[in-house]
């Protein structure tokens, strides 16, 4: 988990660095001149004619200061597009060098090698900033990427605590301690429904229960009423289970039978088949 925060953090940083780039690009491509360059004599063809005429000494170490930052930010990034969205790397490399096209890249725009079809800066500078937009994005991706993986950590963790309860209430049932069993089995269901709660995004505070873990879940239809009875009906089993309730053996056996097969079926959003459903 500590490696994730790491990841996103960098990630962040990575943002900042970006619109500090993208505002030294636009100040470097508002400064710096364009000049037409004629056609060479009795020569007609369709080409950019417009270059960037020699640049000063300031705006020189403008430009090998922003080209070593972008250099820099494209270098790490490139590693985590790679690493968590692969299928996003080829249009990545593209925004860097542009294509055969006559596409530009962000490093085009940074070098003023390459000739431009037009002396409109506005138009230019909207060009560049879409192309490096397209690269932020991909990049700021990377963080929904991670957040699945957290919440599927998240839930690899809680599954492992969640079997080793149900299976140590079933043991407390088998070996004649339903209420023990019982308290357990509580603990294993709340766990349940928080996990539901992190997979589906939903809010709640570190005091709640059973009751509004559930209602949560129910009233942004994460489950069914059929799902939201059985779940009420195993809390108050637990209940008495914890509090010298009026409680047999076979109910705490029987509840854990269907806390079993609740969690087996994940709670599905979709709507149960009868066969499926637990009455």
């Known amino acids: 988990m500590k490696e994730i925060e790491g990841i996103e953090q960098t ?8 619109i500090e780039i993208e505002r030294a690009v636009i100040e470097l491509l508002r400064a710096v001149e364009l000049i037409h360059k004629p056609d060479p004599a009795e020569t007609l063809f369709f080409a950019p004619s417009n270059q960037w ?15 070593r930052k972008y250099q820099r930010w494209y270098t790490v990034a490139h590693r985590y597009v790679g690493e968590y969205a692969s299928e996003r790397v080829d249009e990545f490399n593209q925004c860097y060098s542009g294509d055969k096209h006559g596409n530009y890249g962000v490093i085009d725009y940074i070098k003023l090698e390459r000739l ?7 138009r230019i500078i909207d060009e560049f900033w879409r192309v490096f937009e397209i690269q932020r994005s991909i ?3 990377v963080s929904d990427v991670i957040g699945i993986e957290r919440i599927n950590l998240r839930e690899l963790i809680s599954s492992d605590f969640i079997d080793r309860e149900v299976d140590g209430a079933d043991c407390l049932c088998r070996t004649g301690h339903p209420r023990a069993a019982g308290v357990l089995a509580r603990v294993a269901l709340e766990r349940q429904l928080r996990t539901l709660c992190d997979r589906y995004g939903l809010e709640y505070r570190k005091e709640d229960g059973i009751e509004p873990l559930m209602q949560r879940l129910y ?36 509840s854990i039978d269907r806390l079993k097969e609740l969690i087996r079926q994940g709670f599905p959003t979709d709507p149960m088949r009868p066969q499926d459903t637990i009455a």
């Not at 640049?55 to 430009?63: F, G, I, N, V």
């Not at 009423?225 to 056996?253: F, P, S, Y």
């Open 11 to 18: 990630i962040n940083g990575l943002e900042t660095d970006a």
């Open 53 to 67: 005429s020699e640049l000063s000494d300031l705006e020189q170490q403008k430009q090998r200061d922003t080209l």
């Open 116 to 122: 431009q079809w037009s002396r409109n800066k506005s």
């Open 219 to 254: 009233e942004n239809d994460c489950i069914d009423l059929t799902q939201l009875g059985t779940i009420r009906h195993l809390a108050e089993i637990g209940e008495k289970c914890g509090h010298a309730g009026n409680v047999t053996g076979d109910e705490v056996r029987a």
């Open 139 to 141: 990049l700021l991706s």
